[in-house]
C-alpha cells in the first residue's frame, strides 16, 4: 500500500522530544517499539506539521531499520555515540560518516554513562561534537552537573561544559544546530526527575547563554532525567521538550507526552 504523508511545512519546530533506548531492548524489541512509535508519529497532528521534532535512538545495529520505520512517519533515528574519526584505523568504532549513510539523524555525544563508565572528558566531547557537523549530523550535546546544588551552580557547571565541546568542535570547522541534553547526573536512572522550578531555572540560564553564541541561534536546551509524563506541562518555555529514557518505553507514555506537549505550546502561544 502506498501512503502519502500531509506536506510538511518549513517551520522550525517549536518541541522536541528525544528518546534514547540506550542498551535496554535487543534487536527485534528495538524495531517493535521503532514501529510503534511510528504509528503514533504518523497520526499525530503536531509531528506532521513539524510543531514537533521527534528523533528515537536505538542501539546501533538497528539504526538502519529505526531510520526507516520512522522516517515514513515524520521522525527521525540517530546515534547514541559516535566516534571523532570518520575513518581508519579504530578497531572497533563507527563513524558519524558510517551513521549517516545509515541514514541517522542525530548524534548523542557526551551522556554521563559515557563521561562515568568510559572516561570521555570535555576534549573528547567536543572532537565528537565536530564529528557530527561534519557529518551533517545533529549533535545530542548532553550536560550536567553531578550532585544537586543551586541551579546556579547548575548553570556554571554545564555552561563550561557546552563552551568546552562547542569551542573545541568550532575550532575544527563550522558548527550546526546543537541540540544541548541538560541531564542532571543525579537525576538520571532515578525515581523522579528534577523538579520543575530547578529544571525551569537551570535551562533559562542555559538558553540565555546559547543565544550569545555565535552560530547557535536555531539551538536549544531539553531536559532529560527521568522525565516521563506530567513533566512538560510544569515547565517554563526556556525548556525546548524532553530527552526520554525510561519512562518512555512504553509507547502510549510516548504518546501522551506528545499530547501534553501540544498541549503546552498551545497554553505557551495563547500566553503570548
Ligand atoms: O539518560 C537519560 C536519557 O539520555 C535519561 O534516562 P532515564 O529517564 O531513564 O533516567
Excluded at 500531509?6 to 517551520?11: G, Q, S
Excluded at 569551542?167 to 520543575?196: C, D, K
Excluded at 532525567?225 to 524532553?242: E, F, M, Q, Y
Amino acid at each position: 500500500m502506498r501512503v502519502s504523508l500531509p506536506a510538511k511545512t518549513a517551520t522550525k519546530p517549536k518541541a522536541i522530544i528525544g528518546v534514547s533506548l540506550k542498551m535496554y531492548f535487543g534487536y527485534q524489541r528495538s524495531v517493535d517499539y521503532c514501529r510503534d512509535v511510528a504509528g503514533i508519529a504518523f497520526a499525530h497532528p503536531a509531528i506532521q506539521s513539524g510543531d514537533i521534532e521527534l528523533f528515537v535512538l536505538p542501539t546501533l545495529p538497528v539504526l538502519p531499520e529505526a531510520a526507516r520505520i520512522l522516517g515514513t512517519a515524520g521522525a527521525a533515528a540517530g546515534a547514541q555515540d559516535i566516534f571523532w574519526e570518520d575513518e581508519g584505523s579504530f578497531t572497533g568504532e563507527v563513524g558519524g560518516k558510517t551513521v549517516a549513510e545509515l541514514g541517522g539523524r542525530y548524534a548523542e555525544v557526551g551522556h554521563a554513562e559515557r563521561r562515568r563508565i568510559f572516561g570521555e572528558d570535555d576534549t573528547v566531547i567536543g572532537l565528537k561534537t565536530a564529528a557530527a557537523y561534519r557529518n551533517g549530523l545533529t549533535p545530542v550535546l548532553c550536560v550536567g552537573e553531578l550532585h544537586a546544588g543551586s541551579p546556579e551552580e547548575a548553570v556554571a557547571q554545564c555552561t563550561a561544559e557546552i563552551d568546552a565541546a562547542l569551542n573545541r568542535a568550532q575550532s575544527l570547522g563550522p558548527a550546526g544546530r546543537t541540540i544541548v541534553a541538560y541531564e542532571p547526573q543525579w537525576a538520571i536512572g532515578a525515581p523522579a526527575p528534577a523538579t520543575p522550578e530547578y529544571i525551569s531555572a537551570v535551562i533559562t540560564g542555559l538558553d540565555a547563554h546559547l543565544r550569545t553564541l555565535p552560530g547557535q541561534a536555531d539551538s536549544r536546551v531539553i531536559y532529560g532525567g527521568s522525565a516521563g509524563p506530567g513533566l512538560i506541562t510544569r515547565l517554563d518555555s526556556a525548556v525546548a521538550g524532553l530527552f526520554l529514557g525510561r519512562f518512555a518505553h512504553d509507547p502510549k507514555a510516548l504518546k501522551t507526552i506528545l499530547d501534553e506537549t501540544t498541549a503546552w505550546l498551545a497554553a505557551a502561544e495563547a500566553t503570548v
